[in-house]
């Protein structure tokens, strides 16, 4: 079993930056690749970023590449996002996703265990 713990959410100028984590506890020998996702009220969850846990290579969803970085600490089983000159668009709840196996990285079905998700709000 794993378990996501998001944090550091919160409510931030147009412009502004945020930096949200998420805590990782159980099998995280097991895990293939990490990734955020977002979720706006009344619209789909949207892919952010992923990470494979070993090697570190990066993906990011076009809306905010060069804007966002995705990154991990191994040693402290933590995920974070750093999020740069934010938009009001970029207001969502923000959830931690872990994925113990390669199948499609850019999907939800790719993941098999979810955090309970940080509010991001942006003002304008």
């Known amino acids: 079993q794993v378990q996501l713990v998001e944090s550091g959410g919160g409510l931030v100028q147009a412009g502004g930056s945020l930096r949200i984590s998420c805590a990782v506890y159980?099998?995280?020998?097991?895990?293939?690749?990490m990734g955020w996702f977002r979720q706006a009220p009344g619209k789909e969850r949207e892919f952010v970023a992923a990470?494979?846990?070993?090697?570190?290579?990066?993906y990011y969803g076009d809306s905010v590449k060069g804007r966002f970085t995705i990154s991990r600490d191994n040693a402290k089983n933590t995920l974070y996002l750093q999020m740069n000159s934010l938009k009001p668009e970029d207001t969502a709840v923000y959830y931690c996703?872990?994925?113990?196996?390669?199948?499609?990285?850019?999907?939800?079905?790719?993941?098999?265990?979810w955090g309970q998700g940080t509010q991001v709000t942006v003002s304008s």
């Open positions: 996703a872990f994925a113990g196996r390669l199948f499609n990285l850019w999907v939800p079905a790719g993941y098999d265990y």
């Open positions: 159980g099998r995280t020998f097991s895990a293939y690749a």
């Open positions: 990470i494979r846990w070993s090697g570190g290579n990066t």
